[in-house]
Nanobody, 123 residues
Framework: VQLVESGGGLVQPGGSLRLSCAASGFTLDYFGIGWFRQAPGKEREGVSCISRSSRDTYYADSVKGRFTISTDNAKNTVYLQMNSLKPEDTAVYYC?????????????????WGQGTQVTVSS
């Protein structure tokens, strides 16, 4: 069971990035997926999640209206489209999987984690 994030990088304020979370060893369709981020000196925070089966979505207030989570079952991949990026979005972004139903941004309820991808928003 492995999750691999990609798509991070350096972007100017107001720019966009799309993060990918590719799964191997299991089918993402049977798992809920969360995106989390951790900035230097700060605790990890939940950004967005998509539920197992129903594919309901949820966003933290800090990213609502700017980020969009989506899935591609054929590619066994979950995406996080990030628009109108701000310097405060700078962090290492992680995806994680959970087998339970429902929506949560509590990282204690996620079992499998990727290695993270760095996003830096700076001019």
């Amino acid at each position: 069971v492995q999750l691999v994030e990609s798509g991070g990088g350096l972007v100017q304020p107001g720019g966009s990035l799309r993060l990918s979370c590719a799964a191997s060893g299991f089918t993402l369709d049977y798992f809920g997926i969360g995106w989390f981020r951790q900035a230097p000196g700060k605790e990890r925070e939940g950004v967005s999640c998509i539920s197992r089966s129903s594919r309901d979505t949820y966003y933290a207030d800090s990213v609502k209206g700017r980020f969009t989570i989506s899935t591609d079952n054929a590619k066994n991949t979950v995406y996080l489209q990030m628009n109108s990026l701000k310097p405060e979005d700078t962090a290492v972004y992680y995806c994680a999987a959970r087998s339970a139903y429902g929506l949560t941004l509590n990282d204690r309820f996620y079992n499998n984690w990727g290695q993270g991808t760095q996003v830096t928003v700076s001019s």
